[in-house]
Nanobody, 124 residues
Framework: QVQLVESGGGLVQAGGSLRLSCAAS????????MGWFRQAPGKEREFVAA????????NYADSVKGRFTISRDNAKNTVYLQMNNLKPEDTAVYYC?????????????????WGRGTQVSVSS
């Protein structure tokens, strides 16, 4: 079992930055690949970024490439999402997720554990 708690969301102007954190507890963090997903009102949950167990391999949705960076600190049991040059279309609830295994995935169905989410709102 893994418990995940996101933090760091908030309201920011377009062009600004936020750093989301996801703290994990309950199991050996380094055994899990991690992902970030988001869900805007009236839309389906979508993939944002993923990172493998070691932090050596990452992948991103095309819509955030070059603006967002996923990273992890296994000593702190935490995964991060640094979001720069935010746009109004980035407004959503952001969720972190854990997946047993080495590699991350773009598919939400591949993840075993989810946090409750943190709201990110970007004003124009």
């Amino acid at each position: 079992q893994v418990q995940l708690v996101e933090s760091g969301g908030g309201l920011v102007q377009a062009g600004g930055s936020l750093r989301l954190s996801c703290a994990a507890s309950g199991s050996t963090f380094s055994r899990y690949a991690m992902g970030w997903f988001r869900q805007a009102p009236g839309k389906e949950r979508e993939f944002v970024a993923a990172i493998d167990w070691s932090g050596g391999r990452t992948n991103y949705a095309d819509s955030v490439k070059g603006r967002f960076t996923i990273s992890r600190d296994n000593a702190k049991n935490t995964v991060y999402l640094q979001m720069n040059n935010l746009k109004p279309e980035d407004t959503a609830v952001y969720y972190c997720a854990a997946r047993g295994g080495v590699l991350g995935s773009t598919l939400s169905s591949r993840y075993d554990y989810w946090g409750r989410g943190t709201q990110v709102s970007v004003s124009s």
